[in-house]
């Protein structure tokens, strides 16, 4: 059996928000299906592009700025290289001017409202984020080709290979905790070990570890820069970010002027619990306003739970006297093998399996993170998770008007506050005596995904966003 092979740099992918699944995902499949174009030799010879969007994709795109993303991809953007500031004024180019650069110099004729199809009654089989291409030709022959973008950036070709990724040696093949306890237990190493083993298998030490520190600067930048912007989030809910006032107000009197600066005002306001509470809601916060205002973030899993591990981190960092580089490395390695594991056996998508699979997973990979960094047994790690996601069983996605806002933004906090609360429970209890274990809770998250209501996942047709009246503007 091919076993499937998850690095940490598919667990932590640099994007743009507000969706890893309704935004990066279908930005992804739009540069793909142009390098099919292009493998095709049939880019030259485009003459129009229909883009069809099935199920969730459909239900909730406008919200996750699934429509902006696939034009941003279809134009040869990239989303790890483009600047945020600057996508408004593409898009409203390519609507109004009714032109699209394909792949970035094939210009074809692009009708938004005849060319954008947004199939609220269709879904397809495999997946509920479904999105087909189809490129008519000068020739008048067709290329179609149907993506599915299954949670956290991942997307998978109708048809071809799950995985763009060629398949690696590891030396310690990871499907279930059990597997992961076994190899450490069998090693004595520490799961952040364990990881940083296997990513051996794919790029030397020094590009792991810089490629590491690149996500976590991001993480900082995105957190940085969301305690420091004001305003309302767009799309019409006008929520006010909070963010900043929290920031300000706790802050005080201190000064400063970059990241590091700030790190040491924030530990000079004082470790009480009403102090921290708010710093890590805080923290959590100012991530998913970014993610919510079209910003730069990093999936963690994905892009409506990106902001549970910064927090959590950032909590390590100021609390724990944790600002140290290695520390950080050993943080992000163990959650994503957590994540990896919660990919295997269940899912990591909203679509597929309610904010369970997102906040949930979140908060059961940076609540294993904080537990080892802070010195718990490979058991412990493990004990700390199965709590966390313990608690956020059945948790339903039911964004209000398919905006990653209410209650998107405010389960980030959640997730962080019961990932720190498992941690100190793990920390504090003997993993050989525990009830239930880390795989158990997968299986059960799996189970429950499998029975939940379509309408609570990811759809808008259930929970709050049915049973809050809302009035957006026209568009």
């Not at 060319?115 to 397809?124: A, G, W």
């Not at 997946?127 to 189809?134: G, I, M, S």
């Not at 003997?430 to 609570?456: C, E, F, G, H, I």
Request: net charge negative.
């Amino acid at each position: 059996m091919v076993r499937e092979q998850i690095s940490v740099f598919d667990m932590f992918k640099i994007g743009i928000g507000p969706s890893s699944s309704h935004t990066l995902g279908p930005w992804r499949a739009a540069q793909q299906f142009v390098a099919l174009l292009a493998a095709q030799d049939a880019l030259p010879l485009v003459v129009e592009i229909k883009v069809l969007l099935y199920g969730s994709l459909a239900k909730t795109g406008k919200g996750h700025g699934t429509d902006i993303a696939i034009l941003l991809g279809l134009s040869g953007d990239d989303p790890v290289t483009f600047e945020v500031d600057k996508i408004n004024s593409k898009i409203d180019s390519i609507i109004k001017g009714h032109k699209l650069q394909l792949g970035g110099d094939k210009e074809i004729s692009f009708h938004f409202e005849d060319d954008m199809l947004f199939l609220f009654t269709e879904s397809l089989p495999f997946h509920p984020n479904a999105v087909t291409f189809q490129a008519f030709l000068s020739n008048g022959k067709a290329v179609s080709a149907t993506y599915y973008s299954i949670g956290g950036g991942f997307v998978v070709q109708e048809g071809a290979n799950t995985s763009h990724k060629a398949e690696v040696d590891l030396p310690f093949p990871i499907d279930t905790a059990g597997d992961l306890l076994h190899w450490c237990i069998k090693t004595g190493l520490k799961i952040s070990e364990v990881v940083a083993e296997n990513e051996l298998a794919w790029r030397s030490e020094a590009e792991t570890r810089a490629g590491t520190l690149d996500i976590f600067r991001v993480m900082q930048e995105c957190m940085y820069r969301g305690c420091h912007t004001t305003g309302n989030l767009p799309g019409g809910l006008n929520v006010a970010r909070r963010a900043y006032k929290l920031n300000k107000r706790l802050v005080g009197h201190h000064a400063y002027s970059n990241y590091a600066e700030w790190v040491a005002a924030i530990r000079e306001t004082g470790h009480g619990f009403k102090n921290i509470l708010d710093w890590v809601s805080c923290f959590a916060l100012a991530v998913n306003e970014e993610n919510a205002s079209f910003g730069r973030v990093v999936t963690a899993p994905t892009n409506g739970a990106a902001g549970v591990i910064p927090a959590v981190l950032q909590y390590f960092i100021c609390f724990c006297d944790g600002f140290d580089e290695s520390r950080i490395i050993q943080f992000l390695f163990t959650a994503s093998e957590i994540g990896s594991i919660f990919k295997k056996g269940a899912t990591i998508s909203a679509a597929m399996g309610g904010c369970q699979a997102e906040i949930g997973v979140s908060s059961a990979m940076a609540a294993a993170a904080l537990t080892e960094v802070l010195g718990g047994s490979q058991r412990q790690v493990l004990m700390a998770a199965e709590i966390a996601m313990e608690h956020h069983l059945g948790l339903t996605c039911d964004p209000i008007a398919g905006l990653v806002q209410v209650p998107c933004i405010e389960r980030n906090t959640m997730g962080a506050i019961k990932a720190i609360t498992a941690t100190q429970l793990a920390l504090q209890s003997n993993p050989d005596k525990a009830k239930v274990s880390l795989d158990a809770v997968v299986r059960t998250m799996w189970q429950t995904a499998l029975d939940m209501n379509s309408k609570y996942k990811e759809t808008s047709d259930g929970g709050l966003a049915i049973n809050i009246p809302i009035s957006l503007p026209e568009c």
